[in-house]
């Protein structure tokens, strides 16, 4: 039997986009797995289960970097020590031969977890996309007046909800507390969002598969979605996973429709917001309508005393490696792009007009 062209062909794109995006492990990785996978080697069992599966729904279920992670998250445990010996690591040159060379034979020593790995879709929750989406909470902030209740879907495992206690360096500028331990930099272009104090007197997230911080086994599932020759990533969530205990963090088990129903609705005295990060591509049709009706439903409800706020840090449309910051305010103005950004935040291009 051949291999699944589809699923060979989101495999070298995973590993172009990987390369693109500062990962070359990564990348080495996946081709090696695609070129296995080919040859009929061991990968095959592991991903049988997608042997006919197309090339969106692939994208659409994360296939490509769920396989990536599936061998990070083992290196990380010990429970293969040679595998966790050829894994990158902080100051010592990698061998994406030899880390592949120990994947592939620890495929058969490790089947039934590998493929238990395999049944959940990557969750990734990168801190350093705040730095896109506070631009958006400035804005909102500085264009009501008011104090904001912050709502988040698809949150993983919230990590984002406490992004007014970070610290942002946009080059000549910066903003939130300097001793805060989670440090967000990133190569910033264009004038600086409205820089002012933001209080936020209310928060709330939800995520149809959220992770327990305080469970071990959910956290390490958590880290393996950073990929694992990006260092200052994974210290950066570990800082923020730290920060997120420390604060009290919690992440409703929910539909993103149903909860936001439920629980979003406009308060007088404060700016209510929706937002969402690298979350919109996932959801079927029918649930993307859906929402969009409800938060338009939310929005017409809004009036100057009770504004409600849709923020969304989102691949473009017409290129997936493009972020698009947009942000809907109600009853005040119309929709607009506020900025472009890299996929994890590590550049943000500020374009709104008026920006001080």
Not at 236 to 244: E, F, H, N, T, V
């Amino acid at each position: 039997m051949t291999a699944n062209p589809d699923l060979l062909r989101a495999l070298h794109i995973q590993a172009r986009a990987c390369e693109q995006f500062g990962s070359p492990f990564n990348a080495a990785l996946l081709a090696r797995i695609a070129a296995d996978l080919e040859a009929g080697g061991p990968t095959r069992a592991l991903l049988a289960r997608w042997e006919a599966t197309g090339l969106k729904t692939l994208f659409d279920d994360g296939v490509p970097i769920r396989i990536a992670n599936t061998f990070n998250h083992l290196a990380m445990g010990g429970e293969d020590p040679a595998l966790t010996a050829a894994w990158p690591e902080p100051d010592a040159a990698i061998d994406a031969e030899a880390a592949w060379a120990a994947a592939r034979a620890a495929i058969g020593l490790h089947f039934p977890m590998l493929s238990a790995f395999l049944d959940h879709e990557p969750q990734t929750n990168e801190v350093r996309r705040a730095g896109g989406l506070l631009g958006g909470f400035l804005t909102v902030a500085a264009e009501t007046g008011l104090p904001l209740r912050c709502f988040e879907i698809g949150a993983s495992a919230g990590l984002n909800q406490f992004w007014d206690r970070f610290r942002y360096d946009m080059g000549p500028v910066a903003w939130g507390d300097p001793g805060s331990p989670v440090q967000i930099g990133a190569d910033w272009e264009g004038a600086p969002p409205p820089l002012q104090s933001v209080e936020v007197i209310e928060r709330g997230a939800c995520d149809r598969r959220p992770t327990d911080l305080t469970d071990p086994v959910q956290r390490r599932r958590l880290l393996a979605c950073v990929w694992p020759d990006m260092f200052d990533r994974l210290e950066r969530s570990r800082r923020a996973i730290d920060l997120a205990l420390a604060s009290g963090v919690e992440v409703d088990a929910a539909d993103a429709l149903a909860w936001t129903r439920e629980r979003v609705a406009p308060q007088p005295g404060a700016a209510t917001v929706l937002y969402h990060s690298v979350f919109w591509q996932y959801l079927p049709a029918e649930t993307q309508a859906g929402l969009t009706d409800a938060i338009r439903e939310i929005g017409a409800r809004a009036t100057d005393q009770s504004p409600f706020a849709w923020l969304r840090f989102e691949p473009s449309a017409d290129n997936l490696a493009l972020i698009e910051v947009k942000l809907s305010l109600w009853p005040i103005g119309a929709g607009r792009t506020l900025a472009q950004a890299h996929p994890h935040g590590a550049w943000t291009r500020w374009i709104a007009p008026g920006a001080i």
